[in-house]
Structures are given as C-alpha cells and as structure tokens.
C-alpha cells in the first residue's frame, strides 16, 4: 500500500525512472544535491495541492472535493485525473512526473529557483530530454520534471 505523499522511485514509469537516476547522476557529477521530493500521487492528494491559493468557492465551482487554502500559493494547475503524478498502469502506480528540492550545503532545502542549483537542475533536466516546470511559459513549477508527451506515451 502506497502512502501519499511518496518519494518512492519505484513507483515512476520505468523510462522516467531511469531519466530520473540519470538526472539525479547528473545533478552529483555537477556539484548538487538533489532530494526527489514527490513521485506518484493520489487523486485526493492532488486536489488538495490544486486546493492551495484557492477560495471554497472556487472549488466547489469545479465539483472539487477539498478544504480550501487561500492563505498558501498555488502549486499546481492540475486538478485530480490531469496530473502525470497520478498516472497509473493496469491499477498499478506508474508516475510519468517527480518533483525535487535542492539541499544546500548547510543540509536546510533551498526553494528558492531564482538561485543558480536550480537553474543548473533544471537545465541538466532538460538535456536528458525532460519537460521541466521552470521552463514553462506562464505558471511554472521549478520542482517538476516529467516525461513529455506523457499523456500519449505508451
């Protein structure tokens, strides 16, 4: 039994999984110390992400069955059934998106993305030929890394 949220690699699809390593590798080689911090993800664990940054009428508008938290920012887009964290195959948890944190030397995470770690993550990412968040036009999501394409991959 799974519990959300995980870090748990093994539940990613086997190409992400793999990228994943290799991005985590990667990230070593070039000085960094990366933590995934999110792999697969429950519907319900998703509409409580997509319920930061929102009133309850916002989410009752969208049928969204979740405790609102206006007071915290927004960290996703993604309602529940449109996030590559939730993906699943044959049941089974098969994650096509992880998310990460930069530790800084003093071991405290630094969620700062502006900082050059994560423009050096998010750049090593990139050509290992994933889609990562903080390059996205319009709301970006530093943390996330995913498969492209992962809603009609295989």
Same mark, same amino acid.
């Given at each position: 039994m799974v519990t959300y949220p995980t870090r748990d690699t093994s539940l990613l699809d086997p190409e992400l999984k793999r990228l994943c390593e290799a991005f985590l590798s990667e990230c070593k080689l070039a000085g960094l110390?990366?933590?995934v911090t999110q792999t697969h993800r429950s519907a319900e664990y998703q509409n409580s992400l997509f319920a930061q940054g929102r009133t309850q009428a916002q989410l009752d508008a969208k049928g969204i069955r979740a405790k609102a938290r206006p007071d915290l920012?927004?960290? *996703?887009?993604? *309602?529940? #059934?449109?996030s590559p964290h939730e993906w699943t195959k044959n049941g089974q948890p098969w994650a096509r998106a992880f998310d990460i944190v930069v530790i800084n030397p003093d071991g405290k995470a630094n969620w700062d993305a502006a900082t050059k770690p994560w423009k050096t993550a998010g750049a090593i990412g990139v050509k290992l030929g994933l889609d990562w968040g903080g390059a996205w036009t #319009?709301?970006?999501d530093p943390p996330h890394f995913q498969l492209p394409n992962w809603r009609t991959r295989p």
């Open positions: 110390d990366i933590r920012p927004q960290v *996703t887009k993604a *309602t529940a #059934g449109n #319009g709301f970006q």
